[in-house]
């Protein structure tokens, strides 16, 4: 097993692989997955996934809207660093400056977990202008009470310790121990394909490390004292059995930004955009053509 993903061996059946191509920008070499047609949309994952995780939702995405999808920095099948690191301004900025690689600017941007994090920092950095932010189980609020001093702790003591990677990625060479692992983790049961293509990345290292670095520099007080100057609008659609973030954060989140709304997902948990990606593209274009209707109800004659 290598230390990084490779395309010709991990990638070799990677879902929506002929969507893929490689992009040179901001020191790094990014795995990013184009396709479909009409207004951009930015779909940007979680700590420790990789597109494969949009595998079902992308399609139906692309019906609708030119969906772009990256692997983060340090995940999947890109590499290389950006300026600053894994943390979460570095990584907003990196991925803006994607976007200005490839002349694209994104109408609407979906972020799952961590991603929606960075999606709101591109926003509340200036690296993007979109019409509305989607946040899937979205990690915005920092841990309560000793959680906020204990987690960054132990994250940056693995961070810190160099076999911590190779060890995780040992224990996860087993696909039913990684099964087992997502369905407790996250609570959702997500398809055998799904939990094959989790297990080909936690098994490489490079993955485990990025994961493990993003945790160590994740600065979620900074993005909360933001959240109240983001005025685009934002829907946080969160699942009712995520057992990695409970929903009174997203709703909390929901509740400081002046223009957020906020939908409970019943019987899906923190993976809900891979349980259930239908009903999820249909929450995302929903959202889209509303704000497309008020846009065309203000720009009436009164």
């Not at 900025?93 to 961590?114: E, K, N, Q």
């Not at 954060?249 to 019987?267: F, V």
Request: glycine fraction near 8%.
């Amino acid at each position: 097993m290598s230390y990084h993903p490779r395309w010709d061996v991990e990638g070799r059946d990677w879902p929506n692989r002929s969507a893929s191509r490689f992009v040179d920008a901001g020191q790094l070499r990014w795995h990013v997955q184009l396709m479909g047609n009409g207004p951009p949309l930015l779909l940007l994952h979680g700590t420790g996934a990789a597109t494969h995780s949009w595998r079902t939702l992308m399609p139906l995405l692309a019906a609708h809207f030119t969906v772009i999808a990256p692997d983060m920095p340090g995940h999947g099948f890109t590499s290389g660093r950006p300026p600053g690191g894994l943390a979460m301004t570095a990584m907003a900025r990196a991925v803006g400056g994607l976007m200005t690689a490839m002349d694209l600017s994104p109408r609407c941007i979906v972020g799952h977990s961590a991603g929606a994090a960075v999606a709101l920092r591109m926003v509340a950095d200036g690296h993007a202008q979109p019409d509305c932010v989607v946040g899937l189980n979205a990690a915005l609020m920092p841990f309560p009470g000793i959680a906020a001093r204990l987690f960054p702790t132990l994250a940056k003591l693995l961070f810190v310790n160099p076999f911590a990677p190779s060890i995780f990625a040992r224990m996860a060479r087993d696909p039913a121990d990684v099964a087992k692992f997502l369905a407790r983790s996250t609570g959702s049961r997500i398809d055998a394909a799904g939990v094959r293509h989790y297990a080909a990345l936690f098994a490489t290292p490079g993955h485990c490390s990025a994961a493990i670095t993003m945790m160590a520099d994740w600065d979620l007080p900074s993005l909360q004292a933001a959240l109240p100057g983001i005025t685009v609008p934002v829907l946080l659609a969160h699942g009712q059995g995520d057992s990695a973030i409970p929903a009174k954060d997203a709703q909390a989140a929901a509740a400081i930004m002046p223009n957020a709304d906020m939908t409970i997902l019943s019987g899906l948990g923190h993976l809900a955009h891979e349980e259930a990606p239908e009903r999820i593209a249909a929450i995302i274009a929903d959202h889209a053509m509303q704000l497309d209707q008020r846009e065309e109800k203000s720009r009436e004659p009164r």
